[in-house]
T-cell receptor, first 108, second 116 residues
Framework: RKEVEQDPGPFNVPEGATVAFNCTYSNSASQSFFWYRQDCRKEPKLLMSVYSSGNEDGRFTAQLNRASQYISLLIRDSKLSDSATYLC?????????FGAGTTVTVRA | NAGVTQTPKFQVLKTGQSMTLQCAQD?????MSWYRQDPGMGLRLIHY???????DQGEVPNGYNVSRSTTEDFPLRLLSAAPSQTSVYFCASSRRLAGGPYNEQFFGPGTRLTVL
């Protein structure tokens, strides 16, 4: 079983829509969690950290469910510029495990 | 502040050749790491270092060597290139928060390697 699993999508949504997707992780001792964004095979960049209480950053909301071992990302009011691959990342004591990514395409 | 730099951007090797991928950061980060990214598989950790003189293996270390003689530099050496090492290689660095795991990883632009 992979350490981090994501629905690859693609999620194809119109501008203004809300899109949400999850990622599951296998190691219950994982310490911290992140969502990264990657454009067209460029380098990944941090979108947001995920905190136990859930957190928002503008149109983006991240949730963590430790009991069920999943992390979610919700994007509200989608923009064309949100089109990217979103990587779920889990930290296990110096070692980051990456999901394969969820592709989101926002259409006009 | 250049962040994380990687050279070369592109490289083509023949099977059996060796080469070194260069990575440098100017943010005085303790932690540096190398990943490879293959289609459908996400990024996989090759080697990492928590400080100068300290390195450890990640998920897929076979066929690769690293060293960390300075805080700034973390080169990745391919000992005898194989077609299975065709991939995109990313170097990353981060600070380690006192008493806890590190935070944001800063990635270099990547090296696209093809082994024929």
């Amino acid at each position: 079983r992979k350490e981090v699993e994501q629905d690859p999508g693609p999620f194809n949504v119109p501008e203004g829509a809300t899109v949400a997707f999850n990622c599951t992780y296998s190691n219950s001792a994982s310490q911290s969690f992140f969502w990264y964004r990657q454009d067209c095979r460029k380098e990944p960049k941090l979108l947001m950290s995920v905190y136990s209480s859930g957190n928002e950053d503008g149109r983006f909301t991240a949730q963590l469910n430790r009991a069920s071992q999943y992390i979610s990302l919700l994007i509200r009011d989608s923009k064309l510029s949100d089109s990217a691959t979103y990587l779920c990342v889990v930290n296990n004591d110096y070692k980051l495990s990456f999901g394969a990514g969820t592709t989101v395409t926002v259409r006009a | 502040n250049a962040g994380v730099t990687q050279t070369p951007k592109f490289q083509v090797l023949k099977t059996g050749q060796s080469m070194t991928l260069q990575c440098a950061q100017d943010m005085n980060h303790e932690y540096m790491s190398w990943y490879r990214q293959d289609p459908g598989m996400g990024l996989r950790l090759i080697h990492y270092s928590v400080g100068a003189g300290i390195t450890d293996q990640g998920e897929v270390p076979n066929g690769y060597n690293v060293s960390r003689s300075t805080t700034e530099d973390f080169p990745l050496r391919l000992l005898s290139a194989a077609p299975s090492q065709t991939s995109v290689y990313f170097c990353a660095s981060s600070r380690r928060l006192a008493g806890g795991p590190y935070n944001e990883q800063f990635f270099g632009p990547g090296t696209r390697l093809t082994v024929l």
